[in-house]
């Protein structure tokens, strides 16, 4: 089966810079996507990486690393407001276009 | 701007009753898909569907049942609640074989 494992909480201060690590498990493997959750709020595409290395999208950076199994997040210039939970999430398996996604990392961001 | 809705915030209801969440797109996706999410465990699929009329289970199908009548609306059916299906249940939807899934605002079911 699909599986993705991340930390379950990781916790930074204002300013600094935050790795959010995600390893898999997966057939058919397509790419890795990056969802964010306010509490209360619905999951929003963050970033997708489909080949390896490094995608920017102002102060979030995704990596992925398929000869590992492994992507992270990066978060710069961290803000209170990027306190939520963030997800990684894979292709449901060959042929799918539903997502698998892993248990969810709760980042709370202090002043 | 993209929009998925879903009929009801916050549900209450008695075990042992048949409950519908109803999930309406407007960008005309033809991909939908009914995840549940409980503490801890993240987001699980239930059912999507990649078409009208056509369903497929996802990984934890036990208990529910999906109606897509139109390309527009995915409905999942609790046929028999069960307290064990209190959770928040999440609808989104995707363009063809695009990556990035659109996501309603949640249902927060409570079975007593």
């Known amino acids: 089966g699909q599986s993705l494992e991340q930390p379950s909480e990781v916790t930074a201060v204002e300013g600094a810079i935050v790795q959010i690590n995600c390893t898999y498990q997966t057939s058919g493997f397509y790419g890795l996507s990056w969802y964010q959750q306010h509490d209360g709020g619905a999951p929003t595409f963050l970033s997708y990486n489909a080949l390896d290395g490094l995608e920017e999208t102002g102060r979030f950076s995704s990596f992925l690393s398929r000869s590992d199994s492994y992507g992270y997040l990066l978060l710069q210039e961290l803000q209170m407001k990027d306190s939520a939970s963030y997800f990684c999430a894979a292709r449901a398996g060959t042929g799918r276009r539903a997502l698998t996604f892993g248990s969810g990392t709760r980042l709370q961001v202090q002043p | 701007d993209v929009k998925v809705t879903q009929s009801s915030r916050y549900l209450v209801k008695r075990t042992g009753e048949k409950v519908f969440l109803e999930c309406v797109q407007d960008m005309d996706h033809e991909n939908m898909f009914w995840y549940r999410q409980d503490p801890g465990l993240g987001l699980r699929l239930i059912y999507f569907?990649?078409?009208?009329?056509?369903?497929e289970k996802g990984d934890i199908p036990e208990g529910y049942s999906v109606s897509r009548e139109k390309k527009e609306r995915f409905s999942l059916i609790l046929e028999s609640a069960s307290t064990n299906q209190t959770s928040m249940y999440l609808c989104?939807?995707?363009?063809?074989?695009?990556?990035?899934?659109?996501f309603g605002p949640g249902t927060r079911l409570l079975v007593l």
């Open positions: 989104a939807s995707s363009s063809g074989d695009q990556e990035t899934q659109y």
């Open positions: 569907s990649y078409d009208v009329k056509m369903k």
